[in-house]
């Protein structure tokens, strides 16, 4: 390509490239950081019960520098919240910040009236409570806002928490789960600071997308982690606006994929590098037995330094080597996977011009309907034209979908298992068995912030 990407006709380039953010690379300077796991206000056999806060708050992420930043229960990013499958969960909802906020539970299937969209904001001052009871599978998923036109905004700010459910199954597998000693989270975002180091959202953000040339692990700047030679668990979350990651190591070592976004795979999936869009999650398995040297460095794949691992020498010899083989007992039978296209959706365009289906955002508009616990097949398609030459990673609420082709074939190992989030390249058309096991008005969206914002979002109205 020339050195004057400005002039050069859009159909013939990656145009997502032009406006990304060069990311520099982890200086390994600051030990990681894990977000606390929050206290229950109450717990007992069957229900457990939060308070959640959306506040303003500083962070000194550079030494001597106070940054302003946002918050759940705290200054910057927000706590663990970590329930149960078949539990009652109660979560009283605070918004202490001085603007609308909601707050939205990313992937977890519970009434629309619950999950936060749009149509759920809290003004300042105001509070909510919410209930409902978790009946999915052990996942990781997450929480963060989603008031209209400002989701980018807040996010980009610190407002984003990870929501564990476990289950007797995730109890049960051989795999490590202790939080922060062998199962670590990993939340990825990249910012980019003004030069007093604050975080201005209105002077870097884009409309195809703010990125950083800062990355932020669970809300340091230049992260290391320092972990005993053991097998490690590590749970990422692509929190950041709108970069995708395809993370490796340096020494190309393999690892294994164990859950996607809506929990586990049916089996552990080897590989050397994951590639994770913007919302989504891959939790993998790392055995650090087989490092040899001190250090290992998670890299993207333009080598930059994410995450330099440093090895304790002490070796863990008890530890098994042992992988647990079946980790779950997902199903998609011939029958859905034959059943006839329900649903079209069409991505297209960039920067403002995003559009579903050639249309905007409504929120007095419903765009689809569908019937409680019946499985449809949706076709989503990311539109190839002079325009429509950017990823759109695809995100429904209240589903855990499952993928049944891409490009009329078989999806990869790693999107076998639950999903809630798809990113499709320009051209490329994915086939998903969608359902529903809750009711309500469910927003579904680019998770690209800033074309959520622009309105590349529509909803879907379940009974
Ligand atoms: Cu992460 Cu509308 O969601
Ligand atoms: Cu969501
Ligand atoms: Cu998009």
Same mark, same amino acid.
């Given at each position: 390509h020339s050195m004057n990407m400005k002039g050069m006709d859009h159909s013939s380039m990656d145009m997502s490239h032009e406006s990304i953010t060069e990311l520099k690379s982890s200086l390994g300077k600051n030990e990681l950081n894990f977000p606390k796991v929050l206290k229950p206000d109450h717990e007992d056999n069957n229900s457990i019960s939060f308070t959640v806060r959306a506040q303003h708050g500083t962070s000194e992420l550079f030494e001597g520098i106070e940054t302003k930043t946002y918050g759940y229960n705290g200054d910057f990013l927000g706590p663990v919240i970590r329930v149960e499958k078949g539990k009652k969960v109660t979560i009283h909802l605070v918004n202490d910040l001085k603007e609308d906020t909601t707050f939205h539970w990313h992937g977890l299937e519970v009434p629309g009236n619950e999950d936060g969209g749009p149509h759920k904001v809290l003004k300042p001052g105001e509070s909510e409570t919410i209930n409902f009871t978790v009946k999915q599978d052990a996942a990781t998923l997450w929480f963060h806002p989603h008031p209209m036109h400002e989701t980018g905004k807040q996010v980009f700010k610190g407002l984003a928490g990870l929501l564990y459910i476990d289950d007797k199954n995730s109890e049960k *597998?051989?795999?490590?789960?202790t939080y922060g000693e062998d199962d670590f989270p990993i939340i990825l975002q990249d910012k980019t600071f003004t030069d +007093?180091?604050? *975080? +201005?959202y209105d002077k870097v953000m884009n409309e195809d997308g703010t990125t950083g040339d800062t990355l932020l692990i669970n809300g340091g700047v230049d992260p290391k982690l320092t972990v005993d030679r053991k097998k490690v668990r590590l749970r990422i *979350?692509? @929190?950041?606006n709108m970069r995708s990651y395809t993370l490796h190591f340096d020494n190309e070592m393999e690892f294994h994929q164990i859950a996607s976004d809506g929990g586990f795979l049916n089996k552990p999936n080897r590989t050397k590098e994951i590639e994770i869009a913007p919302a989504e999650r891959a939790e993998i398995l790392v055995? *650090?037995?087989?490092?040899? @040297?001190?250090v290992v460095t998670l890299v993207n794949e333009e080598n930059t330094t994410i995450l330099p691992i440093h090895l304790k020498e002490s070796l863990d010899s008890s530890q098994t080597t042992n992988e647990a083989k079946t980790l779950n007992n997902l199903t998609l039978t011939d029958e859905i996977k034959n059943k006839k296209v329900k649903k079209t959706i069409k991505l297209a365009g960039m920067g403002e011009d995003v559009t579903i289906n050639d249309k905007k955002f409504d929120a007095n508009r419903i765009d689809f309907s569908q019937k409680q616990n019946e499985t449809e097949v949706w076709e989503i398609e990311n539109i190839k034209d002079s325009m429509g030459v950017m990823n759109h990673p695809f995100h429904i609420h209240g589903t855990q979908f499952q993928v049944i082709s891409i490009d009329g074939k078989e999806p990869p190992d790693n999107l076998l298992g639950l999903k809630d989030t798809i990113s499709l390249k320009p051209g490329q058309k994915a086939k998903i068995a969608v359902k529903f096991t809750e009711k309500g008005v469910y927003m579904f969206h680019c998770h690209i912030l800033e074309h959520e914002d622009n309105g590349m979002m529509g909803q879907i109205k379940v009974d």
């Amino acid at each position: 390509h020339s050195m004057n990407m400005k002039g050069m006709d859009h159909s013939s380039m990656d145009m997502s490239h032009e406006s990304i953010t060069e990311l520099k690379s982890s200086l390994g300077k600051n030990e990681l950081n894990f977000p606390k796991v929050l206290k229950p206000d109450h717990e007992d056999n069957n229900s457990i019960s939060f308070t959640v806060r959306a506040q303003h708050g500083t962070s000194e992420l550079f030494e001597g520098i106070e940054t302003k930043t946002y918050g759940y229960n705290g200054d910057f990013l927000g706590p663990v919240i970590r329930v149960e499958k078949g539990k009652k969960v109660t979560i009283h909802l605070v918004n202490d910040l001085k603007e609308d906020t909601t707050f939205h539970w990313h992937g977890l299937e519970v009434p629309g009236n619950e999950d936060g969209g749009p149509h759920k904001v809290l003004k300042p001052g105001e509070s909510e409570t919410i209930n409902f009871t978790v009946k999915q599978d052990a996942a990781t998923l997450w929480f963060h806002p989603h008031p209209m036109h400002e989701t980018g905004k807040q996010v980009f700010k610190g407002l984003a928490g990870l929501l564990y459910i476990d289950d007797k199954n995730s109890e049960k *597998l051989d795999i490590p789960k202790t939080y922060g000693e062998d199962d670590f989270p990993i939340i990825l975002q990249d910012k980019t600071f003004t030069d +007093d180091k604050q *975080l +201005d959202y209105d002077k870097v953000m884009n409309e195809d997308g703010t990125t950083g040339d800062t990355l932020l692990i669970n809300g340091g700047v230049d992260p290391k982690l320092t972990v005993d030679r053991k097998k490690v668990r590590l749970r990422i *979350l692509n @929190g950041s606006n709108m970069r995708s990651y395809t993370l490796h190591f340096d020494n190309e070592m393999e690892f294994h994929q164990i859950a996607s976004d809506g929990g586990f795979l049916n089996k552990p999936n080897r590989t050397k590098e994951i590639e994770i869009a913007p919302a989504e999650r891959a939790e993998i398995l790392v055995d *650090l037995t087989k490092v040899k @040297g001190n250090v290992v460095t998670l890299v993207n794949e333009e080598n930059t330094t994410i995450l330099p691992i440093h090895l304790k020498e002490s070796l863990d010899s008890s530890q098994t080597t042992n992988e647990a083989k079946t980790l779950n007992n997902l199903t998609l039978t011939d029958e859905i996977k034959n059943k006839k296209v329900k649903k079209t959706i069409k991505l297209a365009g960039m920067g403002e011009d995003v559009t579903i289906n050639d249309k905007k955002f409504d929120a007095n508009r419903i765009d689809f309907s569908q019937k409680q616990n019946e499985t449809e097949v949706w076709e989503i398609e990311n539109i190839k034209d002079s325009m429509g030459v950017m990823n759109h990673p695809f995100h429904i609420h209240g589903t855990q979908f499952q993928v049944i082709s891409i490009d009329g074939k078989e999806p990869p190992d790693n999107l076998l298992g639950l999903k809630d989030t798809i990113s499709l390249k320009p051209g490329q058309k994915a086939k998903i068995a969608v359902k529903f096991t809750e009711k309500g008005v469910y927003m579904f969206h680019c998770h690209i912030l800033e074309h959520e914002d622009n309105g590349m979002m529509g909803q879907i109205k379940v009974d």
